[in-house]
Structure formats: structure tokens, C-alpha cells
């Protein structure tokens, strides 16, 4: 009178059972295009890591193993590396935004520099002042 039946699934493609990441290749990614903005914003993982509070193992997680970006740090990575948080997680093409300020690598270098007693302080100066006349020099510029 009743019938068994057993169910058996029609096998799928191996290409949708793949998770969003690794079914479109030709997408960069979030960490890779993190590692690229950060090796052209000239941050090592170390520094960038330092930057961020966060260890580098972090960073090379993130760049090698993560595509989803951290959320609390979201804004802090696109603020260090000078983009906006809607290019840095878009596929489009990145560009920097212009700087009124200071970048906050440099900005905290020149708090430390303050914090110097007046002869460190001092010959750090002179240092940074004889690169920039050189640079100056070379480039035939003056500002």
C-alpha cells in the first residue's frame, strides 16, 4: 500500500557549492586589495599593524586568509591608507583622497619628535632640514 522512497539529491556543479569568494576569481578581493593599498601607501605589515594598534599577524591574516573586512577597523585602514571606506571595499579603481592634513604615520612621528628634549630634538631637525634642502636641490624646487 505505501511506498518507500529515498530521496537522493541531484548532484550540483562543484562550482556553486563554493563559497562567494572563491566563485569569482577575476574579483580582487578584501585582502588583497588591502596588501595593495597598503605596500602603495609604503606600509609594511608592521607598520600598518602598529598604526592600528592590532598585531601583524592580524594584517597578513586579513591579506592572506580573510576577504571580510574587520568592521571596527574599517574606517582607522581606510583613513591610514587615505581612501574612503565605500572605494576600499568596491571593486572599482582606488583613488587617494586629497590630504589637507597630515597623514596619521607622520603626524604621530612629529608628536614624538615634540615630546624630545631640545638636543635630540634639535639635531633631528637639522637632519630632516639638510634631506629636505638636498631633495630641493635636486628637484630645482623651493617651497
Known amino acids: 500500500m505505501y511506498e518507500n522512497r529515498i530521496y537522493i539529491p541531484q548532484p550540483t556543479p562543484f562550482e ?27 606600509y609594511t605589515q608592521e607598520q600598518l599593524a602598529s598604526e592600528l594598534g592590532i598585531s601583524r599577524r592580524r594584517i597578513a591574516y586579513y591579506e592572506a586568509e580573510s576577504d571580510h573586512p574587520p568592521a571596527n577597523l574599517l574606517a582607522d585602514l581606510a583613513r591610514i591608507l587615505n581612501v574612503s571606506v565605500e572605494q576600499f571595499l568596491s571593486d572599482g579603481p582606488v583613488t587617494r583622497k586629497t590630504r589637507t592634513t597630515l597623514s596619521p604615520r607622520l603626524e604621530r612621528r612629529l608628536k614624538q619628535i615634540e615630546r624630545l628634549s631640545p638636543k635630540p630634538k634639535q639635531q633631528l631637525l637639522s637632519i630632516i632640514d639638510t634631506f629636505i634642502e638636498a631633495e630641493q636641490s635636486r628637484t630645482g624646487s623651493r617651497s
Open 16 to 42: 556553486s557549492r563554493l563559497m562567494t569568494k572563491y566563485a569569482h576569481p577575476e574579483s580582487e578581493g578584501f585582502g588583497k586589495r588591502l596588501a595593495r593599498l597598503r605596500k602603495s601607501a609604503g
